[in-house]
């Protein structure tokens, strides 16, 4: 008898969404697979019909995310801000907790990095003088710093309105530190 898959998808998002809860208050090395059973509401037996083990459903879960990234870029002619575009991207989104896992204390470099890789640099309108040698330097500060506010908005809770932080990042680009210091 084959399963529905409409059940098959619950189950399987039951595992995703505790492991991401855990892995957001956890390192990976700390989850167990009885961890995630146990909190789902299913055995170990169902987990292993879906994931070998944590790192392939850690695997799938930062795939799921950057295909979901890659798509939602791809439908954009061309974009100015990093930070509203991915804030576009996520507020109406399922995703936003499995992106607070993966880019939370315990989430890892490797995918941080894949993110980067995913971000269309030809899209973004950076006005940067032409190639030259500076220019990677310059791309991965933007780069950088725009997810790394985005990351600590996401720590915080978001505890300013998407609006705030918008306001914020851009007014840290065009001025730096120098207006909030006293």
């Known amino acids: 008898m084959k399963k529905q898959p409409e059940i098959t998808e619950k189950t399987r998002q039951a595992f995703i969404d505790v492991f991401c809860e855990l892995y957001s208050e956890k390192p990976i090395e ?19 019909q879906y994931f ?7 695997d799938f879960v930062e795939a799921d995310l950057l295909n979901y990234i890659k798509e939602e870029f791809a439908n954009k002619e061309a974009f100015t801000d990093l930070i509203e575009n991915t804030l576009n991207c996520f507020e109406k989104s399922e995703h936003i ?16 990095e894949r993110l ?3 971000i269309p640099f ?10 030259n040698i ?3 330097y310059l791309i991965e500060f933007y780069i950088s710093t725009s997810l790394s506010l985005f990351r600590l908005w996401l720590r915080q809770e978001r505890d300013l309105s998407s609006e705030e932080l918008l306001k914020l990042v851009d007014t840290l680009y065009t001025n730096g530190i120098t207006p909030y210091s006293k």
């Open 122 to 131: 030809d899209k973004l309108d950076l006005n940067f003088p032409e190639y």
């Open 52 to 58: 070998a083990d944590i790192y392939e459903l850690l």
């Open 116 to 118: 980067k890789r995913e």
């Open 134 to 136: 500076l220019t990677p």
């Open 30 to 48: 700390k989850i167990s697979i009885k961890d995630i059973t146990s909190k789902a509401g299913y055995n170990r037996s169902t987990f292993y």
């Open 97 to 112: 907790s499995t992106l607070k896992a993966l880019l939370g204390d315990y989430g890892s470099v490797h995918f941080l």
